[in-house]
């Protein structure tokens, strides 16, 4: 079974950093893309930052480009999200996933992303 762990969640001051962790097994993993998506309380679930399998192409969206950097270890399974410069916007609950195929997934839609882990709180104070 494909299974996605979350992880590194916490409280953080604005400014603040935190690093997530999604470790994924059930699956070939150096063959899939791994995105990261948040939702925020009344809010719809939204990509945040994707990588491509392959050549481990970061993608970003907008609100969070230059402040989040996402990485994979392919020995560990895991995919990393790096946090600096934290909002108050970029509260929410953060969830790692995969797409249902190996061909998609690069750009962060979440219509192509099937496989979910179970998320992890991120709460930016002001």
């Known amino acids: 079974d494909v299974q996605l762990q979350a992880s590194g969640g916490g409280l953080v001051q604005t400014g603040g950093s935190l690093r997530l962790s999604c470790v994924a097994s059930?699956?070939?993993?150096?063959?899939?893309?791994i995105g990261w998506f948040r939702q925020a309380p009344g809010k719809e679930r939204e990509g945040v930052s994707c990588i491509t399998s392959g050549d481990y192409t970061p993608y970003y969206k907008h609100p969070v480009k230059g402040r989040f950097t996402i990485s994979s270890d392919n020995a560990k399974n895991t995919v990393y999200l790096q946090m600096d410069s934290l909002k108050p916007e970029d509260t929410g609950v953060y969830y790692c996933?995969?797409?249902?195929?190996?061909?998609?997934?690069?750009?962060?839609?979440?219509?192509?992303?099937?496989?979910w882990g179970q998320g992890t709180q991120v709460t930016v104070s002001s």
């Open positions: 996933a995969a797409p249902r195929t190996v061909t998609s997934g690069a750009l962060c839609l979440l219509n192509e992303y099937t496989y």
């Open positions: 059930g699956f070939t993993f150096d063959e899939y893309a």
